[in-house]
């Protein structure tokens, strides 16, 4: 029993971490997005925590450059390390975010959020629901109570964050093509970035009204002519090369004994042309496999919290 006075106590939870990773442009932050919301239906909101390994980087001026003196954003160093983990070992003992953690995410450009039917939607919540045995969000006791944090991110599960990767319960993976990836980022207006120097430079005139314009300490980066080709890509396919047995693509089958070493789900986006483009149609309705990856990801998450509630 607490000694009179004493701060109130967490409830006591099951809490899994889910990490969502794979290249830019992947999907990553969306099927984060709809897990996070399909699960809150269920689990409610205080139990449902969504991290981005985004919020991490160093101030831009603070990050590794390129040998041609530009920022590189998918470094390992470019990334406050130290405080991800302090932020996901304080959120999966406590169930929330820090009090002081400031997030960039919502600031971000945001892409068109794929059209899932409420037919495919109402199965999938139907599915949670009966494999946890919830008919409403407060339908568990204290003992059986579960709290659920995904994170995603660029870099969650080689061996030069493998620290990171230790820490979660659950692994899953979007791959994509290099042509995918560069059709997608290309399309990009830009991100929003935290950066204490004044020569940063600001958000520009945009063609999108709703496109933010960061001031303070925020900053605007915007991917110089080949920045994909020379930085991005190469470096996905340094931390990534070795889970694919074609290592020099990242496409195509899986290595399993990596696969297995990581821990790590892939999400297959089938054979064909594509080569794991992510844009093939999906069985459920052709709105690019949305559909496919959120049963996957669900399926996957389920399996795991009925474990652990064993």
Not at 128 to 156: M, N, P, Q, V, Y
Not at 255 to 275: A, H, K, M, P, T
């Amino acid at each position: 029993m607490a000694p009179p006075n004493s701060p109130p106590q967490d409830p006591p939870s099951h809490t899994v971490l889910v990490g969502i990773s794979g290249p830019s442009c992947s999907g990553k932050t969306t099927l984060a997005r709809l897990l996070r919301d399909l699960f809150t239906q269920i689990l409610g909101k205080e139990r449902v925590v969504l991290v981005h390994e985004d919020d991490f980087y160093w101030d831009e001026d603070e990050l590794p450059r390129t040998s041609t003196g530009l920022p590189d954003w998918d470094s390992p160093a470019s990334l406050d390390l130290p405080r991800l983990i302090s932020t996901l070992k304080h959120t999966k003992t406590h169930g929330r975010l820090p009090d002081d953690h400031r997030s960039l995410e919502d600031l971000q450009p945001v892409s068109t959020t794929p059209e899932i039917s409420r037919e495919v939607l109402k199965s999938v919540e139907k599915y949670i629901r009966d494999a946890l045995d919830i008919k409403r969000e407060d339908d568990e006791t204290s003992e059986t109570r579960l709290t659920l944090i995904l994170i995603d991110g660029f870099l969650l599960f080689p061996p030069s964050v493998s620290t990171i990767r230790q820490l979660l319960h659950i692994k899953l993976f979007l791959p994509l093509s290099r042509t995918e990836v560069l059709r997608r980022r290309g399309g990009r207006e830009g991100y929003v970035t935290s950066s204490s120097s004044s020569s940063i430079t600001k958000n520009p005139s945009s063609t999108n009204p709703s496109l933010p314009h960061p001031d303070g300490p925020q900053g605007f980066w915007k991917d110089p002519p080949g920045y994909v080709e020379q930085v991005v890509w190469p470096r996905y396919v340094q931390e990534h090369g070795v889970l694919f047995e074609d290592s020099e693509r990242c496409v195509g089958r899986v290595d399993e004994v990596v696969e297995r070493e990581w821990g790590v789900r892939v999400f297959d986006e089938g054979e064909g042309e594509g080569e794991g483009d992510g844009d093939r149609k999906g069985k459920e309705g052709g709105n690019g496999g949305w559909e496919e990856r959120v049963r996957w990801a669900v399926g996957e998450v389920v399996h795991e919290l009925v474990r652990r509630r064993r």
